[in-house]
């Protein structure tokens, strides 16, 4: 079935360093991949997705590559902030068309240090 | 967008009773979803819960211990039954057109 593999954490940053979290995917077809937030005491928020190969998702300042040759969606961000302290997911879904479940990583805990 | 209402927010549960936690969605939708979040660790689809009809679970979850109801396009339960320790976690509702969200959780703790 679908899995996704995802860097683990947690990832401890200097503010304005740069950001990449690893994200690998097993699916059949053509999935769409997104990256979920969950910042402290809040439910998951959308951060970006990529609905087919070589699109690229991106907003805030972070951007993720689908990449069909090597099944990868990693997140990266150039210079990161401490308000991008958060948990971050890597997931995929068979179609965009809502039809279909998501299936998450394990999640990466970052933490920016001012 | 969607705006999805979970309640209750948390709660602290006896062995053996249960506990139902409702989400309701500002707009109609055509999927609604149930995860459990345990601490530390990623989201595990529950069951998707279908309108009109039964949820259909995912493996290792049983409609027994955990029912579910959707009556109509935007609402729907999910009930965790039989509560034992093991079921502390953060139930999270979530609802799909193109788009998933989340609701901000349940946070269940079992004494």
């Known amino acids: 079935g679908d899995s996704v593999t995802q860097m683990e954490g947690p990832v401890t940053l200097s503010e304005e360093a740069f950001l990449t979290i690893n994200c690998t995917y097993t699916a059949t077809g053509y999935p769409s991949l997104f990256w979920y937030v969950q910042y402290p005491g809040e439910g998951l928020q959308l951060l970006l997705k990529a609905t087919k190969a070589d699109d690229k998702g991106s907003n805030k300042g972070f951007e993720a590559t689908y990449r069909k040759e090597t099944t990868s969606f990693h997140l990266e961000k150039g210079s990161v902030q401490v308000s991008d302290s958060a948990v971050y997911f890597c997931a995929l879904s068979g179609s965009n068309f809502g039809n279909e479940k998501l299936t998450f990583g394990t999640g990466t805990r970052l933490t920016i240090i001012p | 967008s969607a705006v999805i209402s979970q309640k209750p927010s948390r709660d602290i549960c006896q062995r053996g009773t249960s506990l139902t936690i409702q989400c309701q969605v500002d707009?109609?939708?055509?999927?609604m979803f149930w995860y459990r979040q345990q601490p530390g660790q990623s989201l595990t689809l529950i069951a998707t819960?279908?309108?009109?009809?039964?949820?259909?679970?995912e493996s290792g979850f049983v409609i027994d211990k955990f029912p579910i109801s959707r009556p109509n396009l935007t609402f729907s339960t999910l009930t965790v039954s039989n509560l034992s320790p093991e079921d502390s976690s953060i139930y999270l509702c979530s609802a799909r057109n193109a788009e998933a969200f989340f609701g901000q959780g349940t946070r269940l703790t079992v004494v």
């Open positions: 707009s109609q939708v055509t999927m």
């Open positions: 819960a279908n309108q009109g009809s039964e949820a259909t679970y």
